[in-house]
């Protein structure tokens, strides 16, 4: 019997306009917002290489030590996924003082913006008058009145209903996941299938819970009139309120403090009072230990070479001298690297506290809960830009290592060699990023997995209570 | 047409939809205060802390802006921290006390519930304002009498824009006078003057909604269509345009990333001082002021020659975008609320300027004080004869423009 009714529901569907409406709306917009992000992708990609290409030209050219940090700054390239899955919009940030300001004002049409906004709403509209519409029609009342239990009748509407609409949505989103694999910009590898289908399984479970949401309002009230306000009430609230209110509401309710202070105190900490405690610690080793070369230290290099070449105990005086200087530069930085570290790790705590919260308050809502998972799977998100800084840091930490060795080597063959001399850095290791593997990106998103069914249960359960107790007259 | 009008409210008046309607702009109206007013007090706070004293004139920070608590838009990113040296401008990213999850989330604010959830409203009350009657059967006795059919539209698309509009003008005015009485709050004449002009922006903007589902009104029979096309209509013109308008412009506006730029002012930043460097090692008497003038030279010319291709960029957009009432809605409150795009760019020029006339300064080439950092934001008489003159166009010719298309369309609407 409720195969029999799927297939009625199924049938029924079919012929209404709104299953020819969800199927071109819901296409052309998939398709066409990928073709537009995947050009836009495009050409990112081919500039974003570019750039990796000129840094490294220049490093070749220009390299030396003291400006290693600044001259080899990372900066990210576009995910590889973006033209499917923005993300966090790193246009938005306005990192540079010349940035684009409409990322900042506008988002941009996405697959997930197009399934949380635009796909709810079409389930809503699939399923708001399925019990009321019927009432109204006058045929629940034959239908039940045909031995049809209510079990069977609201499990059969549930299911046909949402078979009619996954349909063609589920053909959009292949369109658009099949124009993504064959573009010539994007390397497909294997994991991402496994990505296209647990997203495409996070959307059904999205487009279903407020399916179930329709068909509960519509087990609530006697019209479809009442049942759609009521539906399209929870749909804002869920959709447009819940969401955005919530990381605000964080905000306000567990404050950290402000980042520019603590890039100040960074600034303070690693760089001015280290500098000065520099100048006093070789000041003061000049004046217990070395004091004979203080009439050669801080003369021009070339007049430094002279000297040093043409007196050999000076040149172990001096190289003495360098090593201790070496150790003092390195002793003072970690000291001071350990101070601010101290007073990061307390910013950092408290931040991930509040996003914690963040995510918490948001979670009342299917749609954070898609956004988290379409964002975790295709590394476009918060566990992404993580992932991105502990490569990044280990990547500086093994660069600097090299550095490192190559100035000490330099420093040995000569000793008046300098911090600004050019360092040849040509073999240094080269920035790779490893995306973290499927499994990492899955793992921390399980919760929103279960909040996602959950919510599926929640609101088939309400329906179902709701259409015991239904007046079908 | 006063009758149709009166009978329109009345009949609307003691409805579930409207008391439905009315408590969902109320609690809306609410949450965005409340979390609005929050965000720019913690915006306030953090403004406080990193004001620079009145020595530190290589800092500059602006206010948060007041009005942001109803039209949020580029505050936040203009009132950041911008740090001058001879090296240029930097900003602070990441200067907010806010969370990342706040990224992926627009904020709920007062042009956003006008924007998205006013129209909404204003849709669901229009869209059977003709056809409801038909499938009531009361359009035909309506008609039967003398009533003209441009009366009975215009009748009832008056009736149906006072049913959506009264409620959120007061609670607009509550909320105005609310925010102006709290703490961190200088609500002077022109905060009334600018927030006078978003609600006649608004006006409009409702009117063009209400105007809209009674021209879909009366070109179906049914109004569960009527409801399908509104709120396809209403997905179009709220999301999909102003939403794919960006993305295609940054698609085709084909101007690089600012990142470009930022890494070529580096580079030579760094070249510059590695090469002057190099040519000064065994100099006697270091003078390291050809490297300042070398990078202001190389920075200033990467800057004036990008600016022009990002304004382009933004000028395309904005076209995009403004295909829909809803995105010519956001550029004007966003620009009469001070925090618009054209403000942002205006604070730029005026921070590159100083920057100029004062580098030999900061960089010690030059004696003399440096002066006092001035930003004077444009009136409110400018804004709107000026950049946002477009959009109150718009806003202007797109309710006229639905209004006479639901007149001509009712003119031919069979009411059997």
Redesign the interface.
Known sequence: MVLHLIRKEFHENLLN??FI?ACG?SLA?MV??IA??N??NE??VL?YQS?VR??DE?IGK?G?IN?LG??S?I?RGPAHLQALVL???R????????????????????FV?IVT??MS?VAI?FSY?AISGEREAGLLRQILGAGVSRKVLLTGKFLGGLVSLVIPFTISVLAGMLFLALSPSIQIRPADFSVFAMLLGASWLYVSAFYGIGLFFSTRSHT???A???S??AW?ILV??I??????????FY???????L??ERYMITDRERDAILVQRRDAMIESRFADLRDIIGL????LQEKLKSDAALDERYRLYARGWEDIIAVTNREQGAKYDKIEKVFLQR?RV??K???VL?SASPL?NF?FIA?GLTET??EA?DHWDREVGEYDRALATYADAQYKKAMERDPSF?I???LDLRARPRFQYRPAGLLERVEPDLPQWGVLIAFNLIFFAAAFVGFQRYDVR | MTEIVRKEILENLNTYRFYVLIGLIFSMMLISIIVSYGDYHLRVENYNILRPGPKETDKIILPPEPLSIFARGLDANAGRLYQLSSRGVEVQPNQQSINRVSSLFSMPDMLFVTRVILSLIALLFSFDAVCGEKEQGTLKLMLAGHTRRASVVLGKLTGRFLLVFVPFFVLFLVSSIVVSLLPDVRAGEEYWIRLALILAGSTLYVASFIALGTLISSLVNRSSTSMMVGLAAWVLLVFVVPNMGATVAQAIGDVPPADRVEMQTRLSTIQSIYETQQQMKNAKDKDYSRIMIQIRETNNHLFQSYRPELNRLIELTRTLVRCSPSGAFSFLATELANTGIDRDIRIKDAIWMFVERNFNRFGGLEKGEVEQFQFRPSTPGEQITGVALPDALLLLIIPGIFVALSVVSFMRYDPR
């Not at chain 1, 969401?243 to 306000?252: H, M």
């Not at chain 1, 021009?300 to 007049?303: A, D, G, K, T, V």
């Open positions: 306009v709104r409406a709306v917009l066409s917002s537009v992000l050009r836009s050409e990112q500039d750039r000129q840094q220049f220009f030396h400006r600044w001259m700054a900066s993300g966090i919009d246009e938005a940030h306005q990192d540079n003082f010349i940035s684009n300001p409409v990322p900042a004002l506008l988002s941009r049409l996405d913006s906004v635009i709403l509209l008058n479809s009139g009442q759609i306000l009521k399209l009430f804002v447009l309120v969401p955005n209110a919530g990381p605000f509401l964080a905000a306000q404050p950290i403090p402000s980042a520019t202070k890039a100040q021009p290099q070339n007049q931040s509040q996003e919260l963040a995510g948001t954070s956004v964002i998100g918060i830009e300098e600004n001399d050019y």
